[in-house]
């Protein structure tokens, strides 16, 4: 099973400033990276998938890179709807497909 | 537009059992492979098991084997998940999730609002 490391778990951002999030996989999975938001009480929405492709409607302020073992994603300019926990996942090696811990990002 | 709507969830004593269902619409659910995912309080989010679209192939994760069932009703549109001998860190939200393409090994695309599980003495 591989294991995704995200980092840091909790991000203090300004509303406007850049947030950038660290996802780690035990071994390679390609470009076979996913991102997901999750806000409490709603579904966890698609973001990136691909690593880099942005999923429909998804703003333009959110990116994601990288390959192999070492993923990003960057939102460029934190709006108030951000705020909320973020999830990358493996769908290289299945199964199981595997998530990792989360980061929080929070209103400084 | 695509809808998945759970049902099902509730109270369960340990070592009981709960039959969730998922009910689908808006796009062609019989070619598309099927998956739940979950949330325990607290925690993030776990993949428990998948099916494929026409053949039915099934997937497990390890802590749900031979306890978990998924299965799905072509004609229907439904999906479900038939959960044996719960135990209480079963308790959790379980998400109806479709990929994004037919295959089951691809981003989770479309999500149900969840069905809470509890399961509790």
């Known amino acids: 099973e591989i294991v995704m490391t995200q980092s840091p778990a909790t991000l203090s951002v300004s509303p406007g400033e850049r947030a950038t999030l660290s996802c780690r996989a035990s071994?390679?999975?390609?470009?076979?990276l996913a991102w997901y938001q999750h806000k409490p009480g709603q579904a966890p929405r698609l973001l990136i998938y691909?690593?880099?492709t942005r999923a429909t409607g998804i703003p333009a302020r959110f990116s994601g890179s990288g390959s192999g073992t070492e993923f990003t994603l960057t939102i460029s300019s934190l709006q108030s709807e951000d705020f909320a926990v973020y999830y990358c996942?493996?769908?290289?090696?299945?199964?199981?497909?595997?998530f990792g811990g989360g980061t929080k990002v929070e209103i400084k | 537009e695509v809808q998945l709507l759970e049902s099902g969830g509730g109270l369960v004593q340990p070592g009981g059992s709960l039959r969730l269902s998922c009910a689908a619409s808006g796009f062609s659910f019989n070619i598309y492979a099927m998956n739940w995912v979950r949330q325990a309080p607290g925690k993030g989010l776990e993949w428990v098991s998948g099916?494929?679209?026409?053949?039915?192939?099934?997937y497990y994760a390890d802590f749900v084997k031979g306890r978990f069932t998924i299965s799905r009703d072509n004609s229907e549109n439904t999906l479900y998940l038939q959960m044996n001998s719960l135990r209480a860190e079963d308790t959790a939200v379980y998400y109806c999730v479709r990929p994004i393409v037919v295959v089951p090994a691809a981003p989770f695309d479309q999500w149900g609002q969840g069905s809470l599980v509890t399961v509790s003495s």
């Open positions: 099916i494929s679209g026409s053949r039915g192939s099934t």
């Open positions: 996942q493996q769908y290289d090696n299945w199964p199981p497909v595997t």
């Open positions: 071994q390679s999975v390609i470009s076979n």
């Open positions: 691909g690593a880099s």
